[in-house]
């Protein structure tokens, strides 16, 4: 599966923003789905998951109440709504698939198959 996300750019501190990832072929629905962000001169780190029903989420303590994943498997897309954002949320963020939702750390970058570009979010304070 083919991953691209989209959606990032520039907000205030307090603002929302958006995020898609578009998968391309017919097994996005077989995936669980998950959100990593990696800030500049920071390793890479879990976001969230999402099961492949969309009916599991699990976050991140360090978004929880404030973002929510969900999915869209007619549209083959993923999404990351945050809210309440601040700057140190500013990084790229990174889509990527996984084949199971409960076989292998969420956290861990390796359990993960697929992964698409960045897309830059910055929070301004």
């Known amino acids: 599966v083919q991953l691209q996300a989209s959606g990032g750019g520039l907000v205030q501190a307090g603002g929302s923003l958006r995020l898609s990832c578009a998968a391309s072929?017919?097994?996005?629905?077989?995936?669980?789905m998950g959100w990593f962000r990696q800030a500049p001169g920071k390793e890479r780190e879990f976001v969230a998951v999402?099961?492949?029903?969309?009916?599991?989420?699990y976050y991140a303590d360090s978004v929880k109440g404030r973002s929510t994943i969900s999915r869209d498997n007619t549209k083959n897309t993923l999404y990351l709504q945050m809210n309440s954002l601040k700057p140190e949320d500013t990084a790229v963020y990174y889509c990527?698939?996984?084949?199971?939702?409960?076989?292998?750390?969420?956290?861990?970058?390796?359990?993960?198959?697929?992964w698409g570009q960045g897309t830059e979010v910055t929070v301004s304070s």
């Open positions: 990527a698939a996984r084949r199971s939702y409960y076989s292998g750390s969420y956290y861990y970058t390796g359990s993960y198959d697929y």
């Open positions: 072929g017919r097994s996005f629905s077989t995936y669980a």
């Open positions: 999402i099961s492949w029903s969309g009916g599991s989420t």
